[in-house]
């Protein structure tokens, strides 16, 4: 019974390093991948308190934008506008016509749209400008308006 239990023994021991070198190679290889990773974390962690706590004096373009944005994040500038393509789009989607009428960036801002009746002509409508006279004033259409609301971090960013 010994000589069984021997044979076995080495089977399983050749099989378990065999299956344990394959996921160790996996691991050290997603290993680098999160190393690299985790200092471009780190470098954007300690820029990001940085540029929240100085103003900048002039209005940024969009190209000045998207440099800083990957600068501080350490993406390419092409991935950075590609996100800011896309979040134009998602808006977009939100807000036209047959759409939910409402977009929310969290924390930061809310669009929204509001539908306007058509207003009838009025005839006779006192002149707010020159009291005691009498005005027409003109039939308006049925519109659209797109309205944006600060939220709470945005507002705490302005003080």
């Known amino acids: 019974m010994a000589a069984p239990k021997k044979p076995a023994a080495k089977a399983t021991a050749t099989k378990a390093p065999a299956a344990r070198k394959a996921p160790a190679a996996k691991t050290t290889a997603a290993k680098p991948a999160a190393a690299r990773k985790a200092p471009a974390a780190k470098a954007a962690a ?25 600068e501080v994040t350490g993406l390419t500038r092409k991935d950075v506008n590609a996100v800011m393509d896309e979040l134009s789009s998602i808006i977009e989607r939100h807000i036209k016509k047959r759409g939910v009428g409402e977009f929310t960036l969290p924390g930061l801002l809310k669009i929204k749209t509001v539908k306007k009746p058509a207003q009838k002509a009025r005839k006779g409508v006192p002149n707010p ?31």
């Open 46 to 70: 300690v820029k990001t308190p940085a540029s929240k706590t100085t103003a900048i004096a002039t209005k940024y373009s969009k190209t000045q934008m998207v440099a800083e944005i990957a």
């Open 129 to 159: 400008f020159r009291p005691g006279e009498t005005m027409d004033v003109a039939a308006k259409p049925a519109s659209t308006k797109v309205k944006v609301l600060p939220l709470k971090k945005l507002k705490d960013m302005a003080m």
